[in-house]
Structure formats: structure tokens, C-alpha cells
């Protein structure tokens, strides 16, 4: 059985014991990325979803209750989200285990009210999901539920959606992966695995960036790639992308085999791409504008 049967069997019991658990509570349980377009990969995706309640009362017992059956499905099938979702388990990644856990990173889920999101706005009323806002512009975070959303149980909300260009938005879009990119490198002195982990989301969360702020749909991995490819030519380093490809699809082979200076070098040439590209889109936009 591959990945993505894998994380859909997890899904679809997930959803059969938490509406079991929590009758007539559930909204809707949608999921995007890598999840959504079918590219999950065991040992390596983390996962994108959000749990809407029916009343605000409901949110509590149903993120305790989502909680203990999001482990124990991850436990029987195996999907190793455990490790995906959290930091290294000793005492020197404490520190930024709890960073990752206040700024909501590698979360599985997020259970919301129906008044903490403007589905039709994209605006985020819950104070303790701003940082979503941060990490992803809310036009853009729109745009991924809309077109790559998927509901797995309840309510369509992908219809309610209204997805905008504001140009403020999509510059805002290009720094963020150079802020997650940076964050790889204090992490090599705690684990380098996790280090990687942060350059190869900045890296392919940049391509997605890049064509939000090129007006350009965008999909699964090799195709944003194709895209943006055919938009900036040799301007686009394919070498670099291929590794990081390789990195994302066969992590644990990657990790085994690189030394350690491999994987320095790697989250260094991260924090470059990131930046280069930036520039290069900047400037394109600029050109032809």
C-alpha cells in the first residue's frame, strides 16, 4: 500500500471515530496541502487540517477528543506524524519544541468555532491562530483551501471562499519561506534532520509563493515547479530543486547517506535559493509591469 492509501485509510478513521465521539458537534473536517494534492509521504509530510464546530461551547471537548484519536490513528496506521509534528524528543530541543508549539508549527490540526474564521473574507478572528496570518498571507491561505482543499467530512465551506489579489499580500509571501529558511540554520547545532525539514518546506513553500505572486495557480510539487520553470528559464536553479526533491520524496535515505557537512551545506543552499529567487520574481514582476 502506498503513502497516500495509507494516510486515507488514517483520514477516513479518523473522521468515522471523532463524529462517533462527538455527535452532531462536527461542522466540517477539511485538509489541504501535501494531503490534499496526494503527495503525502510517511516520515516526512506533516499534515494541514481544520476541524470547524457547530458552536463555539463545542471547540474544547472536541480538540480533546480529536487529540486522543489523532494519536491513536497515528499509532495504527503508522503514518508517523509523532515524529513529523514535534520537535527531537531529548532536553537540548526543548527550547524549540516549545517555539514550535507557541507559534502553532508542525500543529496536526486546529479546532475552530464558527465565528474564528471569515471563511468568505479569509480573515482570522481567533487570537491564538494570528500567527497562521503570518506564515501564510490569509488571500493566499484562501487560495490553497479553495482550489486544493478537501472536505472529509460535513459542510462544503470551499464554495464560501473568496479568493483576492491584494498586492501587499503577495509580498508579504515572498519573505516568509526566507524567515522559515533562516530558522534551518541555529537548528543544525540541535538536529539536523529537523534542520532539513525547515530549508525543504521554505524551499517548495517559496515556488508556491512565487506563483501567488505571479498570478499563477498552483498544484502539486512537479507541476509548480514546470511552472515557474516556464516563467523564469535558466533564472530558475533546477539542480538545486532537484535535491531538494530528493530530500522531500526520500528523506531517510538522504539522511543516512549525507554527512554532516552534506546536510550544513544543503540548509545553506537553501537560505541562498530562497533569496535568489525572490529576486529573480521581483525583478521579472517588475519587467513586465
Same mark, same amino acid.
Not at 105 to 112: Q, T
Given at each position: 500500500?502506498?503513502?497516500q492509501k495509507v494516510v486515507e485509510g488514517f483520514l477516513e478513521y479518523f473522521k468515522s471515530e471523532l463524529v462517533r465521539a462527538c455527535p452532531k458537534r462536527i461542522d466540517f473536517i477539511l485538509v489541504f496541502g501535501s494531503v490534499a494534492r496526494g503527495e503525502f509521504r510517511?516520515?516526512?509530510s506533516d499534515i494541514d487540517m481544520i476541524i470547524q464546530c457547530k458552536r463555539q461551547e463545542f471547540v474544547e471537548n472536541v480538540e480533546r477528543t480529536a487529540?486522543?484519536?489523532f494519536w491513536k490513528a497515528d499509532k495504527r496506521f503508522g503514518t508517523r506524524f509523532y515524529e513529523v509534528c514535534s520537535i527531537v524528543r531529548n532536553r537540548k530541543g526543548q527550547e524549540i519544541k516549545n517555539v514550535e508549539k507557541e507559534l502553532r508549527?508542525?500543529?496536526?490540526? =486546529?479546532?475552530?468555532g464558527p465565528q474564528d474564521i471569515d471563511w468568505k473574507k479569509g480573515q482570522i478572528n481567533h487570537p491564538g491562530l494570528a500567527w497562521w496570518s503570518f506564515f501564510v498571507p490569509k488571500y493566499m491561505l484562501a487560495r490553497k483551501i479553495k482550489y486544493e482543499g478537501k472536505i472529509v467530512y460535513g459542510r462544503d465551506v470551499r464554495g464560501e471562499i473568496e479568493v483576492r489579489n491584494v498586492f501587499l499580500d503577495k509580498v508579504k509571501a515572498l519573505f516568509i519561506p526566507q524567515i522559515l529558511s533562516l530558522v534551518s540554520l541555529?537548528?543544525?547545532l540541535i538536529s539536523f534532520d529537523k534542520a532539513m525539514k525547515y530549508s525543504t518546506k521554505a524551499v517548495f513553500y517559496?515556488? =508556491?509563493n512565487q506563483l501567488y505572486f505571479l498570478d499563477l495557480k498552483f498544484g502539486s510539487t512537479d507541476s509548480n515547479i514546470q511552472k515557474l520553470r516556464k516563467k523564469l528559464g535558466d533564472a530558475l536553479s533546477i539542480r538545486f530543486l532537484e535535491e531538494a526533491r530528493q530530500v522531500k520524496y526520500n528523506f531517510e535515505a538522504?539522511?543516512?547517506n549525507w554527512t554532516r557537512l552534506d546536510k550544513i551545506l544543503y540548509c545553506m543552499d537553501a537560505v541562498v535559493?530562497?533569496?535568489y529567487l525572490n529576486w529573480a520574481v521581483f525583478i521579472r514582476y517588475i519587467i513586465t509591469h
Open positions: 500500500m502506498n503513502d510517511i516520515g516526512v487529540t486522543s484519536i508549527l508542525y500543529k496536526p490540526f =486546529e479546532v475552530v541555529p537548528l543544525l517559496s515556488v =508556491e538522504v539522511s543516512k535559493f530562497v533569496y
